[in-house]
Protein backbone atom coordinates (compact mmCIF):
# COMPACT_ATOMS: atom_id res chain seq x y z
CA UNK A 1 0.00 0.00 0.00
CA UNK A 2 1.76 3.42 -1.03
CA UNK A 3 0.59 6.28 0.92
CA UNK A 4 2.22 8.78 -1.53
CA UNK A 5 -1.05 9.75 -3.41
CA UNK A 6 -2.42 10.58 0.12
CA UNK A 7 0.03 12.22 1.77
CA UNK A 8 -1.71 15.97 0.99
CA UNK A 9 -5.04 14.67 2.49
CA UNK A 10 -3.66 12.48 5.56
CA UNK A 11 -3.05 15.56 7.64
CA UNK A 12 -6.17 17.55 7.12
CA UNK A 13 -8.02 14.14 7.58
CA UNK A 14 -6.23 13.10 10.99
CA UNK A 15 -3.88 16.31 12.21
CA UNK A 16 -6.87 16.38 14.88
CA UNK A 17 -6.89 12.43 15.28
CA UNK A 18 -5.23 13.17 19.43
CA UNK A 19 -6.85 10.01 21.33
CA UNK A 20 -3.27 8.01 21.45
CA UNK A 21 -0.45 10.31 21.50
CA UNK A 22 -0.39 11.00 25.29
CA UNK A 23 -0.15 7.19 25.32
CA UNK A 24 2.37 6.99 23.25
CA UNK A 25 4.20 9.65 24.83
CA UNK A 26 3.71 7.21 28.37
CA UNK A 27 5.58 4.56 26.77
CA UNK A 28 8.30 6.79 25.41
CA UNK A 29 8.84 8.37 28.84
CA UNK A 30 8.76 4.58 30.78
CA UNK A 31 11.20 3.78 27.59
CA UNK A 32 15.14 2.46 28.71
CA UNK A 33 16.29 3.54 25.30
CA UNK A 34 15.47 4.61 21.96
CA UNK A 35 12.45 4.12 20.44
CA UNK A 36 11.33 3.28 16.77
CA UNK A 37 8.24 3.74 14.87
CA UNK A 38 6.54 1.81 12.59
CA UNK A 39 4.43 3.07 9.81
CA UNK A 40 5.42 7.12 11.15
CA UNK A 41 3.71 8.74 8.39
CA UNK A 42 3.96 12.11 8.55
CA UNK A 43 5.27 12.47 11.48
CA UNK A 44 1.98 13.17 13.67
CA UNK A 45 3.51 10.95 16.78
CA UNK A 46 6.60 10.62 15.64
CA UNK A 47 7.15 15.15 16.52
CA UNK A 48 4.78 14.66 19.63
CA UNK A 49 7.27 12.15 21.47
CA UNK A 50 10.43 14.32 19.83
CA UNK A 51 9.11 17.36 21.51
CA UNK A 52 8.93 15.44 25.09
CA UNK A 53 12.65 14.58 24.52
CA UNK A 54 11.91 11.00 22.84
CA UNK A 55 14.83 9.41 21.09
CA UNK A 56 12.67 8.48 18.20
CA UNK A 57 13.64 6.80 15.12
CA UNK A 58 10.48 7.17 12.59
CA UNK A 59 10.44 3.99 9.79
CA UNK A 60 8.11 4.59 6.62
CA UNK A 61 7.59 3.38 3.09
CA UNK A 62 6.07 6.46 1.64
CA UNK A 63 8.43 9.41 0.59
CA UNK A 64 5.77 11.53 0.57
CA UNK A 65 4.87 11.14 3.81
CA UNK A 66 8.67 11.30 4.80
CA UNK A 67 8.72 14.89 3.28
CA UNK A 68 6.05 16.09 4.83
CA UNK A 69 7.42 14.18 8.69
CA UNK A 70 10.55 16.11 7.88
CA UNK A 71 8.69 19.50 6.96
CA UNK A 72 6.88 19.10 10.43
CA UNK A 73 9.69 18.41 12.23
CA UNK A 74 12.04 21.30 10.46
CA UNK A 75 8.86 23.94 11.24
CA UNK A 76 9.21 22.67 15.31
CA UNK A 77 12.97 22.42 15.29
CA UNK A 78 12.84 19.19 16.05
CA UNK A 79 15.56 16.83 15.50
CA UNK A 80 13.86 13.50 14.40
CA UNK A 81 15.48 10.74 11.56
CA UNK A 82 12.96 9.03 9.39
CA UNK A 83 14.12 6.36 7.82
CA UNK A 84 12.73 4.78 4.33
CA UNK A 85 11.52 1.58 4.66
CA UNK A 86 9.15 -1.46 4.89
CA UNK A 87 8.12 -3.62 8.17
CA UNK A 88 8.62 -6.50 7.05
CA UNK A 89 12.29 -5.84 5.30
CA UNK A 90 13.54 -2.61 7.31
CA UNK A 91 17.36 -3.56 8.95
CA UNK A 92 19.21 -1.44 11.32
CA UNK A 93 22.19 -2.30 12.86
CA UNK A 94 21.27 -1.35 16.28
CA UNK A 95 18.51 -2.62 18.60
CA UNK A 96 15.73 -0.78 20.66
CA UNK A 97 14.70 -0.54 23.81
CA UNK A 98 10.79 0.28 22.67
CA UNK A 99 8.70 -0.42 19.24
CA UNK A 100 5.68 1.15 18.23
CA UNK A 101 3.03 0.87 15.42
CA UNK A 102 0.28 3.76 16.43
CA UNK A 103 -2.76 4.05 14.62
CA UNK A 104 -3.03 1.03 12.49
CA UNK A 105 -0.22 1.01 10.60
CA UNK A 106 0.13 -3.31 11.03
CA UNK A 107 -3.27 -3.00 8.66
CA UNK A 108 -1.18 -2.78 5.53
CA UNK A 109 0.07 -6.25 6.06
CA UNK A 110 -2.21 -8.06 4.35
CA UNK A 111 -1.28 -11.93 4.53
CA UNK A 112 -0.58 -14.26 7.46
CA UNK A 113 2.67 -14.46 5.82
CA UNK A 114 3.17 -10.65 5.57
CA UNK A 115 2.44 -9.96 9.22
CA UNK A 116 4.53 -12.76 10.58
CA UNK A 117 7.62 -11.49 8.54
CA UNK A 118 7.11 -8.15 10.51
CA UNK A 119 6.62 -9.27 13.65
CA UNK A 120 9.49 -11.83 13.36
CA UNK A 121 11.63 -8.26 11.85
CA UNK A 122 10.50 -6.02 14.74
CA UNK A 123 10.98 -8.59 17.55
CA UNK A 124 14.72 -9.41 15.76
CA UNK A 125 15.15 -5.37 16.46
CA UNK A 126 14.15 -5.51 20.13
CA UNK A 127 16.50 -5.80 23.11
CA UNK A 128 14.86 -8.80 24.90
CA UNK A 129 12.70 -7.84 27.43
CA UNK A 130 11.85 -4.72 24.94
CA UNK A 131 8.02 -3.61 24.69
CA UNK A 132 6.60 -3.41 21.55
CA UNK A 133 2.84 -1.53 21.30
CA UNK A 134 0.73 -0.47 18.74
CA UNK A 135 -3.24 0.20 18.38
CA UNK A 136 -5.91 -1.38 15.78
CA UNK A 137 -9.16 -0.45 15.15
CA UNK A 138 -11.93 -2.71 16.42
CA UNK A 139 -13.38 -4.27 12.89
CA UNK A 140 -16.82 -2.26 12.49
CA UNK A 141 -18.26 -0.66 9.35
CA UNK A 142 -21.04 1.45 8.36
CA UNK A 143 -23.01 0.75 5.19
CA UNK A 144 -20.95 -0.71 2.28
CA UNK A 145 -21.03 -0.03 -1.40
CA UNK A 146 -22.73 3.67 -0.76
CA UNK A 147 -21.12 6.80 -0.92
CA UNK A 148 -21.04 8.36 2.50
CA UNK A 149 -20.16 11.94 4.11
CA UNK A 150 -18.92 11.35 8.00
CA UNK A 151 -18.36 14.95 8.11
CA UNK A 152 -15.30 15.72 7.11
CA UNK A 153 -15.36 19.63 5.25
CA UNK A 154 -11.99 21.53 5.21
CA UNK A 155 -12.69 25.05 4.65
CA UNK A 156 -9.82 26.89 3.12
CA UNK A 157 -8.85 30.73 3.80
CA UNK A 158 -9.45 31.60 0.59
CA UNK A 159 -12.95 30.78 1.09
CA UNK A 160 -12.57 27.22 -1.27
CA UNK A 161 -14.12 23.60 0.53
CA UNK A 162 -13.11 20.42 0.41
CA UNK A 163 -15.97 17.19 1.25
CA UNK A 164 -14.31 13.55 1.36
CA UNK A 165 -16.70 11.36 0.79
CA UNK A 166 -16.32 7.54 0.31
CA UNK A 167 -17.06 4.57 -0.41
CA UNK A 168 -16.32 1.06 1.36
CA UNK A 169 -16.18 -2.69 0.02
CA UNK A 170 -15.79 -5.52 2.18
CA UNK A 171 -13.87 -8.76 1.50
CA UNK A 172 -15.18 -11.13 4.01
CA UNK A 173 -12.81 -13.69 3.26
CA UNK A 174 -9.50 -11.89 3.02
CA UNK A 175 -10.33 -9.78 6.23
CA UNK A 176 -10.10 -6.66 3.58
CA UNK A 177 -11.53 -3.53 3.83
CA UNK A 178 -11.43 -0.90 0.87
CA UNK A 179 -12.09 2.47 1.07
CA UNK A 180 -12.52 4.69 -2.24
CA UNK A 181 -12.03 8.24 -1.40
CA UNK A 182 -13.76 10.83 -3.26
CA UNK A 183 -12.20 14.15 -2.64
CA UNK A 184 -14.25 16.99 -3.74
CA UNK A 185 -12.73 20.42 -3.94
CA UNK A 186 -15.19 23.31 -4.25
CA UNK A 187 -13.52 26.70 -5.43
CA UNK A 188 -14.92 30.04 -4.44
CA UNK A 189 -16.27 30.86 -7.93
CA UNK A 190 -17.71 27.16 -7.69
CA UNK A 191 -15.68 25.27 -9.78
CA UNK A 192 -15.80 21.43 -8.77
CA UNK A 193 -12.65 19.24 -9.08
CA UNK A 194 -12.27 15.80 -7.36
CA UNK A 195 -9.48 13.75 -6.55
CA UNK A 196 -9.38 9.92 -6.12
CA UNK A 197 -7.52 7.54 -3.50
CA UNK A 198 -8.09 4.24 -3.07
CA UNK A 199 -6.90 2.63 0.79
CA UNK A 200 -7.28 -0.93 1.37
CA UNK A 201 -7.06 -1.88 5.09
CA UNK A 202 -6.54 -5.91 6.41
CA UNK A 203 -8.29 -6.00 9.54
CA UNK A 204 -7.55 -8.59 12.64
CA UNK A 205 -9.24 -9.83 15.18
CA UNK A 206 -8.22 -9.96 18.99
CA UNK A 207 -7.29 -13.64 19.25
CA UNK A 208 -5.65 -13.69 16.10
CA UNK A 209 -3.15 -10.90 17.24
CA UNK A 210 -2.47 -12.71 20.14
CA UNK A 211 -1.53 -15.78 18.17
CA UNK A 212 0.61 -13.66 15.76
CA UNK A 213 2.59 -12.22 18.49
CA UNK A 214 3.15 -15.65 20.42
CA UNK A 215 4.35 -17.04 16.60
CA UNK A 216 6.79 -14.14 16.41
CA UNK A 217 8.18 -14.72 19.40
CA UNK A 218 6.78 -12.30 22.02
CA UNK A 219 4.82 -12.91 25.28
CA UNK A 220 1.07 -12.95 25.69
CA UNK A 221 0.05 -9.51 25.32
CA UNK A 222 -1.90 -7.25 27.56
CA UNK A 223 -5.00 -6.00 25.79
CA UNK A 224 -7.31 -2.94 26.47
CA UNK A 225 -10.18 -1.13 24.94
CA UNK A 226 -9.19 2.33 24.89
CA UNK A 227 -5.49 4.20 25.51
CA UNK A 228 -6.25 4.84 29.11
CA UNK A 229 -6.15 0.94 29.60
CA UNK A 230 -9.51 -0.02 29.92
CA UNK A 231 -11.11 -3.35 29.58
CA UNK A 232 -11.73 -4.23 25.68
CA UNK A 233 -15.63 -4.53 25.45
CA UNK A 234 -18.43 -4.78 22.83
CA UNK A 235 -18.09 -0.84 23.16
CA UNK A 236 -14.60 -0.83 22.45
CA UNK A 237 -13.56 1.17 19.09
CA UNK A 238 -9.98 0.49 19.15
CA UNK A 239 -8.06 -2.32 20.59
CA UNK A 240 -4.27 -1.80 22.42
CA UNK A 241 -1.60 -4.25 22.49
CA UNK A 242 1.69 -4.61 24.48
CA UNK A 243 3.74 -7.19 25.02
CA UNK A 244 7.01 -8.28 25.17
CA UNK A 245 10.19 -9.66 22.82
CA UNK A 246 11.17 -13.31 24.94
C1 LIG B 1 -2.75 5.19 9.13
S1 LIG B 1 -1.11 5.67 8.76
C2 LIG B 1 -0.44 6.01 10.40
C3 LIG B 1 0.65 7.06 10.37
C4 LIG B 1 1.16 7.52 11.71
N1 LIG B 1 1.63 6.40 12.53
C5 LIG B 1 0.08 8.27 12.50
O1 LIG B 1 -0.29 7.79 13.56
O2 LIG B 1 -0.37 9.32 12.04
C6 LIG B 1 -0.32 4.14 8.36
C7 LIG B 1 1.12 4.32 7.89
O3 LIG B 1 1.70 3.02 7.70
C8 LIG B 1 2.54 3.09 6.58
N2 LIG B 1 2.76 1.73 6.02
C9 LIG B 1 2.07 1.12 5.02
N3 LIG B 1 2.61 -0.08 4.76
C10 LIG B 1 3.67 -0.24 5.60
C11 LIG B 1 4.64 -1.25 5.77
N4 LIG B 1 4.61 -2.36 5.06
N5 LIG B 1 5.62 -1.06 6.70
C12 LIG B 1 5.63 0.08 7.45
N6 LIG B 1 4.73 1.08 7.33
C13 LIG B 1 3.76 0.93 6.41
C14 LIG B 1 1.80 3.99 5.61
O4 LIG B 1 2.65 4.49 4.59
C15 LIG B 1 1.25 5.05 6.56
O5 LIG B 1 2.11 6.15 6.68
Redesign the pocket.
Known amino acids: ???DDFADL?DHQ?DV?RD?LHYYARVAERSAGPLL??????G???AFLARRGADVVG????AR?IERAEARAAQDGLKVRFVQ????TFKFETRFATVI?????L???YTPG?QLQ?LENIHAHLHTGGTFTFDLYVPRFGKPNTVRHEGETFHAPDGGRTDVFLVQRHDKPRQHITTEYHVDTTAPDGTLSRRHYTLTQRYYTRYEVEWLLRFAGFESPRVSGSFQGGPLEASSDVMVFTTRAL
Request: aromatic share 14%.
Open positions: MNYYYYDEIGSGTRVTLEPSMGDARAPFNAMHLEA
